[in-house]
Structure formats: C-alpha cells, structure tokens
C-alpha cells in the first residue's frame, strides 16, 4: 500500500442496507477524515479523528457513524442507507503538527443509493 | 459557520493567466489551502498560506489578506493539463471547510 486506499471503488446500494466504506493509509497520519462531494456543494465533512481511538462530528454527521480502532484504518458505515446519501466519498489523512498539514486523499468511494 | 465563496466557472486560452478570487467568514482560521481536482479524481494539494502575502511555486502563486478574508490563486502560462476544478479551504482547527470549486476551461 502507497498512501491512501479506499475501497469499494463503487457501490449500488438498496435504500435501507448497512454499508461500511473502508479507508487505510499507510503513511502513519495521525488524523483522518471522511467527506462527501455533491454536485454544486463541495466537499462537506463528515466524521474525523484526530489520533487513534478518538472521534468528532463534522458538518454533515447525521446517518453515518465511523470508528478509530488504529492509526492506519477508518472505517465509515452507514447504518440504514437513504437515496440522499448518493455521493462520491472521500476519506482523507493529515500529519497533525506540522506546519503544513495538508490532507492527502483517498480515490473515492461513488455510492448509490436507490 | 462557514461562508467560503469563489467563482462557479472560468475559461481562459492556453498560456494566458488566470486568477482564482476566494473569500471567507469563518468562525476560526489556521491557514488556507488551495486544491486541484481533475475530474473523477480526488482532490490533489497546491499551496497553502498562513501569513499574508503571496506564496509562489512555479506556475502557480497564491495570495492571502487576513484582514480582508481573501485569497487568489494564480495560474500562469496555462497548458490543457490546467483544465480542472480548483478548491478553496479554510482551515480551523485541523478540520478544512471548503468553497465549492471554480472548474477552469483551458481552450486550445
């Protein structure tokens, strides 16, 4: 693993399933972020960590859940998927504590909810 | 809250130049980034800046006025590989809010 993965690539989704969107960095970040990307809206923060074994809400947290059990992985679910949780997913990582602490970002996760 | 503004859409010829405005309000400030997203891809770091003034590397600059809650980014000598969407991000406390992107058309 280089960087960033996240999997799955796509996802068609009935209304109503449990979905979990995986993520994995391999460049010992200490914090890691989850977003969604709609059309016309940008980027919008989901959930983060900002260190193992810790979580925040971001602006949009409502219907997604996610867990920090190690530095490396950051799993998001969703526990009862609905149609407008359509989106391009990305999970992201930062070096908190340095100066630049640019986020580095996953390939995306496109899941469709019907 | 949040408010990051920037421009929905620009076109420009290749090797011309072309200017990104962003404007914020924002409940906190730790600096500012600019991303560039090529379609279906994810969002790749350009620059970032904390203090006022302007940032350059290679053809691309960003500029950054605190007290006017304003940033630019400034691409220069355009090429077709520059057709993208550029992202705008206010950092507050670890966490980037952003603006919804300005998609720029390189034209031949």
């Known amino acids: 693993i280089a960087g960033i993965t996240q999997a799955p690539t796509s996802q068609i989704l009935a209304a109503g399933r449990r979905m979990t969107l995986r993520c994995t960095q391999d460049?010992?970040?200490?914090?890691m972020y989850w977003y969604r990307q709609d059309l016309g809206l940008g980027l919008r923060l989901i959930h983060y960590s900002n260190t193992a074994g810790t979580t925040g809400k971001g602006e949009v947290p409502d219907g997604y859940s996610v867990s920090r059990a190690n530095t490396d992985d950051f799993p998001l679910t969703l526990a009862s998927a609905v149609p407008s949780q359509t989106s391009v997913y990305f999970c992201?990582?930062?070096?908190?504590?340095?100066?630049?602490?640019?986020?580095?970002f996953g390939p995306g996760t496109r899941l469709t909810v019907l | 809250g949040q408010n990051i503004d920037q421009p929905t859409e620009m076109t420009a010829t290749e090797g011309a130049i072309v200017q990104i405005n962003c404007t914020y309000q924002t409940s906190g400030f730790n600096g500012l980034f600019w991303y560039q997203q090529h379609a279906g891809e994810a969002p790749t770091f350009l620059s970032y800046n904390v203090l006022d003034g302007l940032e350059e590397k290679g053809r691309f600059s960003s500029f950054l006025s605190r007290s006017k809650g304003y940033s630019y980014l400034l691409l220069k000598e355009l090429q077709m590989k520059d057709s993208a969407s550029y992202l705008c991000?206010?950092?507050?406390?670890?966490?980037?809010?952003f603006g919804a992107g300005t998609t720029v058309t390189v034209r031949a």
């Open positions: 460049m010992r970040h200490n914090a």
């Open positions: 992201a990582s930062s070096p908190i504590g340095e100066f630049v602490n640019e986020q580095f």
């Open positions: 991000a206010v950092n507050n406390d670890y966490k980037l809010s």
